[in-house]
Each structure stands twice: as structure tokens, then as C-alpha cells.
């Protein structure tokens, strides 16, 4: 971090404000946070406490903690930031009507980054006058453990900007060169989810099986391997050039054969009693600490690796 | 293991093949092996070796290691066998002849499992006699390191031997209601695949960045998480119930607006160049060891979880 100002705003402070705080926070910047519902406070100085507990057990981390305190209005959080960490509900309205009031309070070279993760930046930009220096910066939950975050920026020095301080942060920053809804990861997750709907609605196979065929089969292999990088070793000594020429024509009919369901009253009350067959009781703050507890070993387990 | 026979005949000693006898004689069976191209025994021998380490680096094992041997043929390979695993070439007639040579050779009891990724319990099964004790228990490459293997079974019998077999290997076996082409894991993975085409072919990003943003966030959290569980950990204190109510019709939208790219030579060009770029001039055989070493050091974070 530079001597220079190394004030970040947070704005909105639910789990993914609090998260990205405990974050900041823990890389040695100072946070100044806004939300509409300040009676929260204590629930939320809890939260980040507790996510920052779970950054610094396995990352080595500058020896200054930053400073975390509320300002009253947003205009005042953003007055003396470098960043904002926009993390408001997703509504266009809601979102732009926040941005017209900062603008003007932020510096000139400020930048302004949207957590959004189902608009875009062409939906949220216009509200701005300085929209060069506004991007969307979508993070992947929980922001504080998994290393992905999402860029779009239409400036490329802005572009270069978040890659380094993303990646500053611990964060695996991923540049999209052109904005969409769901940017990359949520279209690949519903990609996937879709067919894991289609499986149960054609009684192939149960929630419970198909859960546990991608945690045990292609969720664990892609923890380590991209899906293009998995094909190119699938493809023998011929790599991905091999596969396309041998089994491209197949992949082709199998994407024709995968299914479309739709989301039926039926339907959806299978997949409720499949989930909670495999929640098995535990409720979603314990299945939650379940999975962070897997994650943050898998994260020790990533980071000891070549990259 | 049983003091009674523990022979296990592999059909077929390539990849996947050597990968099995290296997971079979891990933990303790005998393997009697056959292949139509005895003149790769060294590699053979090599392969196994050098797998049933990567095994025993993370497992604790029956202190012995079972023998292996070849079979000047499929009759003699299976004569003496309580299980067979086959791994011929995904071709119909070249598995179902295989069937009929060895269906008279082996045991009443014996039961017959295809590795078979492609093909289908029903285009099998026809050729033996005993169809009963037939199986597909498909493995997720690479087997000795990936737990899943997907089994049908019509017979509930023989589908409860194949799990307690599979599961007593370390695996984690998961049962199909139907068998289908692509069983569970290939059809999630080509599912994803498409899209993760598609947005190549939009582009939207770059192969580096889709393979990037996989690795770094929905395919780090499906390896700890499934599906069907993420959406009831994304669904807040409501869950699943709460996420399909007020986000199914997004989802449905989400899914109508993701692509059905087409692998034309443009395309395919385009996928090839963007994979050798990621794999930035290393061999096919240093990329898997690479995969194997990171998958390794996950499966051993994985293991001192509490599942």
C-alpha cells in the first residue's frame, strides 16, 4: 500500500459489504462504510470481525489492521476514499439514484466499483458523468474466501487499475471485454444448474447424487483445471485440437440431447425436499460454516500449489 | 476385504485401465490383466507403478499390496475373478464381443462393470446372458485420484455389491435412477462446456479468463458444495424454498438467454489457440502432472474435513 490515501467506502453493508470490509480491512486499508440501516451496527462489526478471523488464518497479511467506522451519510463515505465498493439491492434505480449522489462528493479519480451481480455496467453507467471511471467489480460469494472477482471496465487504465488492486487484495481478478448479465461465472453456474434441474425432473438421478457426482467428479477436477484446460487433457497426446476434430461433432449432439425444465410448482418441490434430505437438519448458518470450513482448507490446500 | 477370493480382472490396460489395477492392488486385490497389445507391458507396469504411488502418498492402506499379472486372454483373465472391470474402446460391438467371450468364463457370481463414459446400460447389456450382473460404474478421469464413479445397476442386489465394492476403494459411488448417455458428471460437464464455448464465441471473454474465473469461483465452491446446496446457501435464511420462489423466473430467463454456440472451423481455431496460450508451451504430460499435484494436495484438505 502507498502513503497516499488508502481510504476505501463501502456502501451497503449486508453480507457482501461486510465481507468485502473484513477484507479491505485486513489488507491494511482504513473503511469508511454506509447503510441505510445503521441500527444493524453491532450484527455487522460482528460479521466482519468474524469473516476477517477466517481471511487471516491463512493468508500472511501486513501487520496493520485498517480502520473500520460509519458515516452518516454516502456523500460522506465516499468524501476521502480512493474507492468505492458499491454493494447496494439489486435495482437499476436503486443503484444509479445512490451514484448521483456521490458523484459529486468522490474525487475526481475516484473509482466507483458496482458488486452487482445481475446487472450491467451498460444498465448502471449512464447515470454517471464520469462513467469511465465507474466499472463493475462482481465478486463471487462469500467475497472475503473465494479469490475470483469479476471486471468490466470501459477504460482500459481504469481496467488496470482494479486488476492490481484486486489482486492486491489476494482476489483472481478476471477481465470480461464485453458486459453481460451474469457476467462469466453466474452463466457458467446456471449453465450447469440447468442441467442439474433437468436430471431430477427426468428422474435420472436425485438431488443427493447429483450433488455429490460434481463435488466428487468435475467440481473438484475444475477446482484445479478450466473446463477448456480439461478437454485439451482429455484430447490424449492431440490435446483440445484432437478432441475438437474427434469428438467435437459428439459434444454437438450431446448439447442437443441436454434438457430444458422448467421450473414447475412440482418440480421445485422436489428439489426443496432433495436439498433438505441433504441438509439433513442443519440449518443454513451451520451449512454455511460447513462449507467455509471445506473452502478455507481447499484454499490452504490451492495456495501451497505452482500458481 | 473378504478372505475369500479377492481377484479382480481388468479388460483393457490403457489410461484408465492402468488407473484401476493401480486402485485395486492399492488396496489390497489381486489383478489379473488382459489387452489386445501385450507389447506395452513395460508402459503398463510403469503407468500403475507411478499411479498406486500418487495413492499411497494420501491413504492409509492394507499394508499388502495384491499382485498383478496378465492373461494371455480375456477367458483366462476373468476364469478366476469376483469382479471384472472392463475398459475396451467406446464402441458397442467391440465391448459386446468382449461380453460374449467372457460371460461363459467367469463365475456365476461374478459381476461384470463398464467403465464406459459414452455408452448406455441398454446398449449393453443385450449381449450377456446373466444381464443381472452386469453393471456401468463409470469413473471420472483420472480414477485413482477422482472419487466419483457413477454406477447403474439394474439389479438392487448387485447395485448395493457395487456400492459397498466402490466405496471400500476409497470412492464415492453414486447411483443412477436411469441410465442415461453421459451418466451425471459428463452431462453437468458439457452443459457447463457449452456455455463456457459460448462465451468465447460471443466474446464475451477469452479462454484464460473463463478457464480462470471457473477455477477461482464456481468450480473452487463446487468442490466443497454441490448445485443443488449452492442455491440453498444463495437463497439467505429462506433457502431453496425462498431462492425458487422469488429467483426461479430469473433463472428460467437466465437459462433462455444462454448460448448454443456451433464448432465451426473459425471457432474450434479459436478454442485451440486460446488453450495453448493457458498451457503457455507446456506438454500435455507436464499440464497432467500439474493437475494431478494440485489435485492431490485437494483431496488431502478434503479428507480432514468432516465429510
Known amino acids: 500500500m502507498t502513503a497516499r490515501n488508502s481510504t ?38 460482528d460479521g466482519i470481525a468474524r469473516y476477517r478471523e477466517q481471511i487471516c488464518v491463512r493468508v500472511e497479511l501486513p501487520p496493520a489492521v485498517g480502520s473500520f467506522r460509519f458515516a452518516e451519510t454516502p456523500e460522506a463515505a465516499v468524501s476521502g476514499a480512493f474507492w468505492v465498493q458499491e454493494n447496494a439491492p439489486e435495482v437499476v434505480s436503486v443503484k444509479t439514484k445512490l451514484y448521483s449522489r ?8 475516484t473509482i466507483i466499483a458496482s458488486s452487482t451481480s ?9 447515470a454517471l458523468s464520469r462513467s469511465a471511471r465507474f466499472i463493475t467489480a462482481h465478486p463471487f460469494n462469500p467475497p472475503h474466501l473465494m479469490p475470483l472477482v469479476e471486471i468490466f471496465a470501459a477504460d482500459a487504465e481504469v481496467r488496470e487499475s482494479a486488476v492490481s488492486f484486486y489482486a492486491g487484495l489476494g482476489r483472481k481478478p478476471v477481465v470480461l471485454s464485453r458486459d453481460v448479465v451474469g457476467h462469466i461465472a453466474n452463466r457458467l453456474a446456471s449453465a450447469l444448474w440447468r442441467e442439474a434441474v433437468n436430471i431430477v425432473a427426468e428422474n435420472i438421478a436425485d438431488v443427493a447424487a447429483v450433488d455429490a457426482a460434481l463435488v466428487h467428479g468435475p467440481g473438484l477436477r475444475w477446482s484445479v483445471v478450466g473446463a477448456h484446460m480439461a478437454y ?5 497426446r492431440g490435446g483440445i485440437e484432437h478432441y475438437l476434430r474427434h ?20 418440480l421445485c418441490a422436489r428439489l426443496v425436499e432433495g436439498v433438505l434430505a441433504v441438509a439433513n437438519g442443519r440449518s443454513i448458518a451451520e451449512l454455511e460454516a460447513d462449507r467455509d470450513s471445506r473452502l478455507l482448507k481447499v484454499l490452504a490446500a490451492r495456495q501451497t500449489s505452482s500458481r
Open 8 to 45: 476505501v467506502a463501502v456502501l451497503g453493508c449486508g453480507l457482501i459489504g461486510q465481507s468485502w470490509s473484513a477484507l479491505f480491512t485486513a489488507y491494511g486499508y482504513d473503511v469508511v462504510a454506509w447503510d441505510p440501516k445503521p441500527q444493524s451496527l453491532s450484527a455487522i462489526l
Open 232 to 236: 485439451h487433457l482429455g484430447g490424449g
Open 247 to 266: 469428438l467435437g461433432p459428439s459434444q454437438e449432439d450431446r448439447w442437443a440431447a441436454l434438457g430444458t425444465p422448467r421450473l414447475t410448482a412440482d
Open 102 to 109: 456521490i458523484e459529486d462528493a468522490s474525487g475526481l479519480d
Open 118 to 126: 445481475s446487472l450491467t455496467w451498460s444498465q448502471l453507467s449512464p
